[in-house]
Each structure stands twice: as C-alpha cells, then as structure tokens.
C-alpha cells in the first residue's frame, strides 16, 4: 500500500496522537498507584533510530506485580520489564539509561543487542518513583494541627481522623487530603490490609486514650510493615497499651516495630516542637538517613 505525502502526514499525526493517549494513562495508573502508597518504577522511550516498533514518549511502568503501557512488545519489553522489577525491588529513588540494539549482532558503546530483526535502535530512561509521605493523624488535636502544617509546607499529604467534628473540619484541616470524623470502630470497619497501605505512617494522637487503644489494637491487626504507627503518650499509656496488646494476640515483633513515644528525641515540649520531631524522624526514614550518625566533618 502507497500513502501520499499528506497520508504519511496523517498517519505520522496518528500515531504521536496515540503515542500522547498511551502516555497520558500510564501517568494516570502511575499517579493512582502513588496515591495508594506503592512505589513505581517507569521507562520513557526517549530516543530511537532506525526501525522500531514504538515511538519516542511510550512507556512502561510497573508497581508490585501490575504492569501499564508499552514500549514495543517482544523482546525488548521483556528486557526492559525485568530490570525495571528489578529496579522496583531495590525499593529506592533511581534512575538509569539503557539503549537496546533491536538486532542480535548490534554493536555499539553500551548497546545490549536483542535477537530481533527489527534492525533500529531504542534509548530509555528507567526510573523509580517514591510516594511522598501521607500521615494518617487519628485525634486532630493541636499536635496534629503542627503536622499537617508541616505537611503542607513540605507537600506531603496527611489526613484526619477523630471522633468530634470539630477537630477534623475543613475549616481546621484544610488540606486535608481525607476527613474522617466518627467512631473509630466504624472507621475500623470501613478499612482493610490493602487500603490501609495508602497512608505511609499512622499517628495515635486522641484526646482519649479509650479511643487510641481502640485504634492502636484495631489497626496492629490489619497493618503490614509497609505503614508505619506511632503513639503519642507516656511510659505508663505504652505499657498498658502493649499489655492488652499482647491479650489481643499481638506478636512482641509486632509491637516491637511500634514508634512511641513519636519523633525524634529532640527534647521537643510544645507541640510545634513535637511536630518538629515526628517530621524529622519520618523524613529520616523517606531518604534512608541515620539521623544519629555523623557527617562529612566527623567521617
């Protein structure tokens, strides 16, 4: 089949115009998955020569065992498939360049050829992507409020839960990203293992601690290590905390994995500085950093 000049121009169109659709949906899956709390790990094809069979902007992304888009089928899907879940594993921000030779006796500086006959050459960019932090802070009281007034000016995400209207408001929460104001039993109910996993860490912070031990032994029997809980509170309130824990048939390793007291030890008294302190600690945490150990000057 012959095209005009004006018909390989269309065709040429079409596929930058599907080119732009796959890519826009692969974004749209990749944001959904960040939001849920899940790290993703995406290729972009962003050069290529020759014959291949995908243009520049396709991509691929995996999180966990799900997969998204396209970068040409075949073998060089597969190949580009495999480092990224191998990249995904690693669990840490990263990036890396690779280009495919889409021709078993391709040569070249750092081309790993591919048994194909395809005969062109394609150039990806392959990186990892890590959920910004989202903090469930359960009891909107005034420490609350300093952390998601950090949150805000860091772009993190939080949300509230509590059982008075008043302190889980738009008016006090503003951005708020979810507002739960209700019995922590129905908020309990409402949740599960795998929604759970949106919220990077969750903080006991109520005014009751009534209503903190119902959370704390509701959530220890749905959460995975992937969510991290805190408590807010006293020696005396862990201890009892830790002993109906344990009646529940909460494992000690479980409790073990428990922050509390919350926060960095800092010396923090107000709740600015407590905020201070539980940032710092899950910032620690996000960038893989030993607040403890030492710097350049004392390496």
């Known amino acids: ?124 960019v392959m990186e990892v992507v890590i959920p910004m932090p989202h903090i469930l802070l359960m009891g909107g009281g005034h420490v609350a409020q300093a952390i998601a007034h950090m949150c805000n000016g860091l772009g993190w995400d939080y949300s509230v839960q509590d059982t008075r209207s008043e302190y889980s408001s738009e008016e006090v929460f503003p951005e708020a990203r979810e507002r739960h104001c209700g019995k922590v039993s129905d908020f309990l109910i409402s949740e599960n293992l795998d929604s759970l996993k949106r919220f990077s860490d969750i903080l006991l912070l109520g005014h009751d601690w009534k209503e903190d031990e119902e959370r704390f032994i509701g959530l220890l029997t749905m959460v995975e290590s992937s969510t991290r809980i805190g408590v807010i509170g006293s020696k005396t309130k862990w201890q009892a905390f830790s002993s109906k824990a344990l009646e529940a048939g909460i494992s000690q390793s479980t409790l073990d994995s428990v922050d509390c007291p919350i926060g960095l030890d800092l010396g923090a008294e107000s709740p600015a500085e407590i905020a201070l302190a539980v940032v710092a600690a899950v910032l620690s945490r996000k960038k893989g950093a030993d607040p403890t150990a030492g710097n350049w000057r004392t390496d």
């Not at 949906?25 to 291949?52: F, K």
């Not at 998204?68 to 495999?82: D, W, Y």
Request: glycine fraction near 12%; charged fraction near 20%.
């Open 1 to 124: 089949m012959q095209y005009s000049r004006d018909g390989i121009r269309r065709k040429a169109h079409e596929g930058v115009a599907l080119v732009n659709l796959m890519t826009q949906r692969v974004l749209e899956w990749c944001t959904a998955r960040l939001a849920e709390g899940e790290i993703v790990a995406m290729a972009t094809i962003i050069d290529t020569s020759g014959s291949v069979p995908a243009k520049v902007g396709a991509r691929l992304a995996v999180a966990g065992t799900m997969a998204e888009g396209t970068v040409g089928g075949a073998g060089l899907e597969f190949q580009v498939t495999k480092r990224l879940r191998e990249l995904h594993a690693i669990g840490k921000v990263s990036g890396e360049v690779a280009t495919f030779g889409l021709n078993k006796v391709a040569t070249g500086h750092e081309v790993v050829p591919l048994d194909s006959l395809c005969g062109g050459r394609v150039c990806l």
